[in-house]
């Protein structure tokens, strides 16, 4: 693409946008996964990213459910963690990817399973990124993941911002975001990236509010600040279910239309196998 091409403004239907999906415990929920996926897709995203269970748990169903998604014509990224995993098994997962036809990881750390103890050759993302670099050069694109408002495990957020550039420097490609619900943390981030002469696509993952007890639940295990305004609001509605979905609607609208005009590269929607709530975002946003 030449620089003119680059700089010229996106459509509003066109700004980037990607999935996430996990894989289906049941037959039943794989099929849900398939329609949500149908309506999904008239969204037009760049790819659609699968889960990795803790400790590699979700292999089968998430390499199944890449698949499937290679085969409705959609570019489909595997998450791929590496706790517990040694240099041999990732290399052979590395080999069925790319026989599968996929061509873009989010490399992860992960996390271990309960009762897992310590183990595998690998002790962080950055060690799995320069891995998969070394064994299949340019063969995928790297995706990472980096934390605006600091990882739960992090010492500081010095070391957070270092723990990120390390995985950058080993061959990593771009970066997705926890989700948040501050957009200035998210530009703050950006700024301190840049400042460490890191250049690369950071790229806000978006959580849709559809559940007051779900979101609740989900931050305090990742460490995902709720404003105290919109934590007020959503116990203010008790189990009004609609009040909620429409509050969290319009919030996140206003966060995704502050990102994409602060200069986001895209947008990364944590879909929780549903498709109404991102949809109606993507809707509200011109899409």
């Given at each position: 693409m030449s620089e003119r091409d680059a700089?010229?403004?996106?459509?509003?239907?066109?700004?980037?946008i990607s999935l996430e999906f996990f894989p289906p415990k049941t037959q039943e929920g794989s099929a849900k996964l398939r329609i949500a996926r149908q309506a999904l897709y008239a969204l037009e995203p760049e790819f659609c990213s699968v889960t990795y269970g803790a400790g590699g748990s979700t292999r089968e169903g998430t390499f199944g459910t890449v698949a499937?998604?290679?085969?409705?014509?959609?570019?489909?990224?595997?998450?791929?963690?590496?706790?517990?995993?040694?240099?041999?098994?990732?290399?052979?997962?590395?080999?069925?990817?790319?026989?599968?036809?996929?061509?873009?990881?989010?490399?992860?750390?992960?996390?271990?399973?309960?009762?897992?103890?310590?183990?595998?050759?690998f002790h962080h993302?950055?060690?799995?990124?320069?891995?998969?670099?070394?064994?299949?050069?340019?063969?995928?694109?790297?995706?990472?993941?980096?934390?605006?408002?600091?990882?739960?495990?992090a010492r500081s957020p010095e070391a957070d911002l270092q723990a990120f550039a390390a995985k950058i420097h080993a061959g990593a490609d771009s970066a997705i975001t926890q989700y948040f619900y501050n957009a200035d943390s998210y530009f703050?981030?950006?700024?301190?990236?840049?400042?460490l002469g890191i250049h690369v696509p950071v790229v806000p993952g978006i959580m849709p509010i559809t559940s007051s007890a779900q979101l609740m639940r989900f931050s305090d295990a990742c460490g995902a600040e709720i404003p105290r305004w919109i934590r007020?609001?959503?116990?203010?509605?008790?189990?009004?279910?609609?009040?909620?979905?429409?509050?969290?609607?319009?919030?996140?609208?206003?966060?995704?239309?502050?990102?994409?005009?602060?200069?986001?590269?895209?947008?990364?929607?944590?879909?929780?196998?549903?498709?109404?709530?991102?949809?109606?975002?993507?809707?509200r946003l011109g899409r």
């Open positions: 700089a010229a403004p996106r459509k509003a239907g066109a700004f980037p499937e998604i290679l085969a409705e014509g959609v570019d489909a990224a595997s998450h791929f963690s590496c706790i517990g995993a040694t240099r041999a098994n990732t290399r052979e997962q590395l080999d069925a990817l790319r026989q599968m036809g996929v061509k873009r990881l989010v490399a992860l750390r992960g996390d271990l399973p309960s009762g897992y103890g310590t183990g595998g050759e993302a950055s060690d799995l990124v320069a891995f998969i670099r070394a064994e299949t050069a340019d063969a995928f694109r790297i995706e990472v993941a980096c934390y605006p408002e600091m990882h739960p495990q703050r981030f950006v700024e301190e990236v840049d400042r007020l609001r959503l116990q203010s509605f008790g189990d009004d279910s609609a009040s909620i979905k429409a509050f969290g609607l319009d919030v996140v609208t206003q966060l995704c239309e502050q990102l994409r005009a602060g200069g986001a590269p895209g947008l990364h929607f944590y879909t929780m196998n549903q498709a109404p709530a991102t949809v109606e975002i993507c809707k």
